[in-house]
């Protein structure tokens, strides 16, 4: 069984720095991708920022150069949020895309980062 647990949210001011970790476990069979989400009130889910095993990485225009992702050696990942803006509060969903022939989408139960004064 697959596990994908977020960990680093909160409360932060607006213009501060805020770091998301999300660690994979179990019977993980070759990494395509891990990437974040974020869920806001009301809205639909939408895609932060990603990176496939590689190295390659993705990030919505609204936090380019504000957003960086890392991923080390132990299949965790790693979302660095600076110069946070109100607009980024929501909830954060960690998402794997991995598999041998079929690739599956595992998600993680999600980390609320608000961002407020």
């Known amino acids: 069984q697959v596990q994908l647990v977020e960990s680093g949210g909160g409360l932060v001011q607006p213009g501060g720095p805020l770091r998301l970790s999300c660690a994979a476990s179990g019977s993980i069979f070759s990494i395509s991708v891990m990437g974040w989400y974020r869920q806001a009130p009301g809205k639909q889910r939408v895609l932060v920022a990603s990176i496939i095993t590689g190295g390659t990485e993705m990030y919505a225009d609204s936090v380019k150069g504000r957003f960086t992702i890392s991923r080390d050696n132990a299949n965790t990942i790693y979302l660095q949020m600076n110069s946070v803006k109100p607009e980024d509060t929501g909830v954060y969903y960690c998402?794997?895309?991995?598999?041998?022939?079929?690739?599956?989408?595992?998600w993680g139960q999600g980390t609320q980062v608000t961002v407020s004064s």
């Open positions: 998402y794997m895309k991995a598999g041998l022939g079929v690739l599956w989408d595992y």
